[in-house]
């Protein structure tokens, strides 16, 4: 879209060109004043035929020949790109994409996806079953059509390529909070990690590793999590041989995330919260809210089963199970 807008502003801006450089030809070679010499640019681009304001010199009218080649063609170009946007699409595509960019510069602490593959897709359909706000990040065009298809206007993406810093900046990543990135090599992967911390060093940066080896230099680049596809399959073939019941409810959990009217939950403990430097055993987290403490993250590490002894510390994640009502009221007491 942005190259189809830059050819129609181009041709314009030629046109242009060609006008001023008509109309002071005249000025200087035939003496015309500057109506005179507008309107005579005017017809003979516009090759109507009309008469001359008076008649040309012999330098005049190679001039005149010079503008009419010139010209003619200019005129023509930019008329096709015109009908071209206007006719065929591109004006609804080109508004379409402004409305977008304003829905996308409200964003704040959203997901932003960086690739449409066959994971990115399947990251798609989650967050839009969820009602998470995200951006996708996608260089097909084809690929894009085909996401828009599915799901309309409901979706939000930027064309272009994730490891340009501009593309970047037009998917709101000064203002996300986590980046997904599942381009299709480590490379492009490593490369986007580092512009995203370089962007926002606040962001939570999760990458996929096609290769192990891949693994260190992203983590040096800054990626907080970095997911190993043929790691997680190895340990979930295991774990469905040895553990079946564990991994069907787990199944149903994460891909209902409720179980009749239980949910999953991470609450973070804000400053000032009155569980910040209280343990577990203290804080009796479960008698004031029915709820199940499942584990804590603390700076990235999760413990879970946690012992009653463990101090709450603010920043700290408690991950509980239970109703939406049970983790409203632990939301209340950690902020």
Not at 39 to 45: F, R
Not at 122 to 130: G, Q, V
Not at 269 to 283: H, I, P, Q
Request: charge should be neutral; glycine fraction near 8%; proline fraction near 2%.
């Amino acid at each position: 879209m942005d190259q189809e807008l830059k050819k129609v502003w181009g041709a314009l801006a030629v046109l242009l060109g060609i006008g001023i450089a008509g109309t002071l030809g005249y000025i200087y070679i035939e003496g015309y004043t500057l109506t005179d010499a507008l309107y005579m640019t005017a017809i003979t681009l516009s090759t109507v035929g009309f008469g001359e304001v008076s008649p040309l010199s012999p330098a005049g009218r190679l001039f005149t020949s010079g503008l009419i080649f010139s010209g003619i063609s200019v005129v023509i170009y930019a008329a096709t790109s015109l009908t071209t946007f206007f006719v065929e699409g591109e004006m609804r595509t080109y508004l379409r994409s402004v409305k977008m960019n304003k829905k996308i510069e409200k964003l704040r602490r959203h997901y932003i996806i960086a690739g449409n593959g066959r994971t990115g897709k399947k990251l798609i359909e989650e967050f839009m079953n969820k009602g998470y706000p995200f951006v996708v990040i996608e260089k097909s065009p084809e690929s894009i059509e085909g996401m828009v298809a599915r799901y309309g206007d409901n979706i939000l993406y930027v064309l272009g390529d994730a490891t340009d810093d501009e593309i970047l900046k037009k998917s709101g990543i000064e203002r996300a909070g986590v980046l997904l990135s599942v381009l299709s090599t480590d490379a492009d992967n490593l490369f986007v990690t580092l512009s995203a911390k370089d962007l926002n060093r606040d962001i939570r940066v999760i990458t996929r590793a096609v290769e192990a080896s891949s693994e260190g230099k992203l983590r040096r680049a800054g990626a907080d999590k970095i997911i190993s596809p043929l790691e997680i399959a190895a340990n979930r073939m295991f774990a469905t041989a040895t553990q079946s019941e564990i991994v069907s409810f787990l199944d149903v959990m994460s891909k209902n995330h409720s179980l009749e009217g239980l949910n999953f939950a991470s609450v973070p403990l804000k400053t000032g919260s009155e569980l910040v430097g209280s343990n577990l055993r203290e804080a009796k987290i479960p008698q004031r809210t029915n709820l199940i403490v499942i584990g804590i993250e603390k700076e990235g590490e999760v413990e879970l089963n946690p012992r009653s002894h463990t101090v709450l510390n603010m920043g700290d994640k408690l991950l509980v199970l239970g109703n939406s009502e049970q983790i409203a009221a632990l939301k209340t007491i950690s902020e």
